[in-house]
Every structure is written in C-alpha cells, then in structure tokens.
C-alpha cells in the first residue's frame, strides 16, 4: 500500500498497476488468463485470490510455527535471534497468527539462553512495556556476556600462538660449520661461515699421485672434481691430508649464492697438531 500512495494510483488502479510487475513467469501467465475476473477485483480481493493459488493452504501455520520453534542458541547473538523472529513475523502481517509486542516479549523471554531468560525475569526488564527498550536490555546483558566470554579465548589463542612460534623457532637445524656467535660483534659476522683452506702443493701432488678427487679430497675415486657425488668435506673436521693433523678452517665473509656453501679458496691460516695433555709435576 505504501508503493500506491508513494506513487499516487487510484485504488480502482491497484491490481492493473501491481500485476505487470510481477517477476515470476508462473504469476504473469495466471495473472493474463484470468485478468477479466482479476481486474475487476479489489487489491486485498486479489491478493487473496493470489495466496490461494500459488501459496499451500497451511501456509500460515507453516510460517507461525518457525518462530513458536526458535529458541536462542548459546552461538547466535540476541540481536542475530530477535532480528530472525520479527522477520519471520513480518510475514504474518495481515493475519491472525502474528504475533503482538507483548506476544513476542513473552516468546523472546522464555526461548532466550538461560542467563537472559533469568535477567528479563528481574524487575528491570519485567516492569518495561516498550518493547524496543526490552530488546535493548536483553541485548546490552548478552553483548557483555559475549565479550567476557571471548577475551579468555582470545588470550589463549595469543598465547598459544606465541608458544607455536618460539617452538618453530627453537627447533631450526643450524648448519653444519656455522659459528655460534653472540654479544656485541654477532652482527658483524652474520654472514660468516667456515671454510676450507686451500689445498697445499703436497695435498695436491699426493691426490694427483693416488688418482684422488680434488674436490672431496679422497683417493682413488675413480671420478674427478667436477663430477664429484661426495662435495667438500666438512671444515670443522677437515685434516690436512699430508699431515694428519686438525687445520683450522678460516671464518670469513662470503656471499650466501656461492656454489658450494662448504668452499672458498683461502690461502692457508693455521695447523693444529692434536696432542693430548698428559699430566706431570714438577719436583
């Protein structure tokens, strides 16, 4: 009725005003077989007539019964729950099954969590006949309830989400020959690692002599460097091959894109001969 107001059209107009518009292809066609009969109806004569044909004749008890059936659950909001019900109700308008404020106050007190059904029981809400304002302080309860609710979830989903990370971080593999490095300097050699010292010429004589890899530095391989399986042996074993004796392997600065993370060619730093420390005392 607001449509026909709004747009002025003569109550004797309803019915041939509103039919065109109908989307529906079912409703157009019945609307133009019977549109003698129809446009001689009123508008409320039409509806009817409209309800009967296309609506099942219990639609009303059907529509009535979903809110007679709805209760609040414990994971949908008082405003999400009433907002359904009134919806729902706005569909019975016109007809003797919709519900009044103070029917839907009733419905809404005794469907509702059981901690709101308590609250609308207490003079506060009992004694309030608007039922906006009911609905007001039913809501503020439930949204406070919901918020005191969720903030221990949230700290422990924070908190276990932290935990996750430490532990993730905790557990990264180092690699093998990178120095543990801390205090103040640890930035100056974060890309620093390990690395083997240069082969010396009797190193090199010797593996050349014994069909040796230059590469992974053994004997009679049977392959050379650049078909190496094995790669650079490990620089925080690494032993001169002449000697047999422990060679420091330099720390230095090399960039994180070369080849062989285990290989840089360095001139020699040091030899470390590994003697055991045997006790004595002197007189």
């Not at 949908?76 to 919806?87: A, G, I, Y």
């Not at 002449?242 to 330099?250: K, Q």
Request: with cysteine; glycine share 2%.
């Amino acid at each position: 009725m607001h449509y026909f107001n709004y747009k002025k059209v003569a109550e004797a107009d309803h019915v041939t005003t509103i039919a065109p518009l109908f989307q529906s292809p079912l409703v157009q066609q019945w609307y133009f077989a019977n549109q003698n009969t129809l446009k001689a109806t009123t508008f409320d004569e039409f509806m009817v007539a409209l309800r009967k044909h296309f609506l099942k004749s219990n639609w009303v008890d059907s529509i009535c019964s979903k809110p007679l059936l709805s209760y609040q659950s414990a994971d949908k909001s008082f405003d999400n729950w009433v907002e359904s019900l009134e919806t729902t109700n706005a569909l019975l308008l016109n007809t003797s099954a919709v519900f009044s404020a103070a029917h839907l106050c009733k419905h809404i007190e005794s469907h509702a969590v059981e901690d709101l059904h308590t609250f609308a029981k207490t003079s506060v809400v009992f004694d309030t006949k608007d039922f906006q304002q009911f609905k007001s302080l039913l809501s503020d309860v439930d949204s406070k309830q919901r918020r005191n609710c969720s903030q221990p979830k949230y700290e422990f989903k924070t908190c276990l989400s932290s935990c996750t990370r430490l532990s993730v971080t905790s557990h990264v593999p180092r690699i093998a020959g990178t120095p543990l490095v801390s205090g103040p300097s640890a930035g100056t050699i974060t890309n620093s690692r390990r690395v083997l010292p240069k082969l010396t010429n009797a190193e090199q004589k010797l593996l050349s002599d014994n069909k040796g890899c230059l590469k992974c530095q053994k004997v009679n391989t049977g392959h050379f460097a650049k078909d190496c399986p094995a790669g650079f042996p490990n620089p925080s074993t690494y032993r001169n091959l002449v000697t047999g004796r422990n060679a420091v392997a330099a720390i230095i600065e090399a960039p994180s894109s070369s080849p062989d993370d285990n290989f840089v060619e360095v001139d020699n730093v040091a030899a470390v001969h590994s003697i055991n420390a045997l006790p004595f005392c002197l007189e």
